[in-house]
Antibody, heavy 123, light 107 residues
Framework: QVQLVQSGDEVKQPGASVRVSCKAS????????ISWVRQAPGQGLEWMGW??????????HYAQKLQGRVTITTDTSTRTTYMELRSLSSDDAAMYYC??????????????WGQGTMVTVSS | DIQMTQSPSSLSASVGDRVTITCRAS??????LNWYQQKPGKAPKFLIY???SLQSGVPSRFSGSGSGTEFTLTITSLQPEDLATYYC?????????FGGGTKVEIK
């Protein structure tokens, strides 16, 4: 089964950008679309966007509220997916997760999650 | 966007109790409904997909039902390790959306 390992916690100033990585290891399938989900402290889960499986064209789709500030990319040679979020504000302070599915015939039922990356926004 | 509404937002029950959590979608999502369990400080754990299919390895005391706009997650005999927050998520269309969560506490 695929495992997802994320990069370490980040501390950023307001207005800065952050890039979080998510490396897939183990048996992977070309259908391993990667989604990003975030969770502000004490709050619920918020889907940010996804990128299609890395052997495909890398099509992306983003949540409208983040459109223009978020970019998801994949380096197929290292099986690493990146999520970049720009113009950070205190509202972006959250735990960021990457997630994928290995459930047959399911595209967005996330049975595999990264361990999470905490992004702190502070001056 | 499809809004997902969970109820209750929290509940307290005793070990051995039957617990039911409801999730309502703002429009029909057929059976594209998933359930997750999240314990403090941990990533969500996948429990149920397609409204009623139990993920491999998940205890059989967990079950899901429903279709269209109304869904339920049932824990037939609550165990101490079930202390967690539970989320529903629609996978019918993007943007994917989650319910607000139900925090389950043990009396």
């Amino acid at each position: 089964q695929v495992q997802l390992v994320q990069s370490g916690d980040e501390v950023k100033q307001p207005g800065a950008s952050v890039r979080v990585s998510c490396k897939a290891s183990g048996h992977t399938s070309s259908r391993n679309d990667i989604s990003w989900v975030r969770q502000a402290p004490g709050q619920g889960l918020e889907w940010m966007g996804w990128i299609s499986g890395y052997t495909y064209t890398g099509n992306t789709h983003y949540a409208q509220k983040l459109q223009g500030r978020v970019t998801i990319t994949t380096d197929t040679s290292t099986r690493t997916t990146y999520m970049e979020l720009r113009s950070l504000s205190s509202d972006d302070a959250a735990m960021y997760y990457c997630a994928t599915t290995e459930v047959p015939s399911q595209r967005f039922a996330f049975d595999v999650w990264g361990q999470g990356t905490m992004v702190t926004v502070s001056s | 966007d499809i809004q997902m509404t969970q109820s209750p937002s929290s509940l307290s029950a005793s070990v051995g109790d039957r617990v039911t959590i409801t999730c309502r979608a703002s429009q029909s999502i057929s059976s594209y409904l998933n359930w997750y369990q999240q314990k403090p400080g941990k990533a969500p754990k996948f429990l149920i997909y397609s409204a009623s299919s139990l993920q491999s390895g998940v205890p059989s005391r967990f079950s899901g039902s429903g279709s269209g706009t109304e869904f339920t997650l049932t824990i037939t005999s609550l165990q101490p390790e079930d202390l967690a927050t539970y989320y529903c998520q629609q996978s019918y269309t993007t943007p994917l959306t989650f319910g607000g969560g139900t925090k389950v506490e043990i009396k």
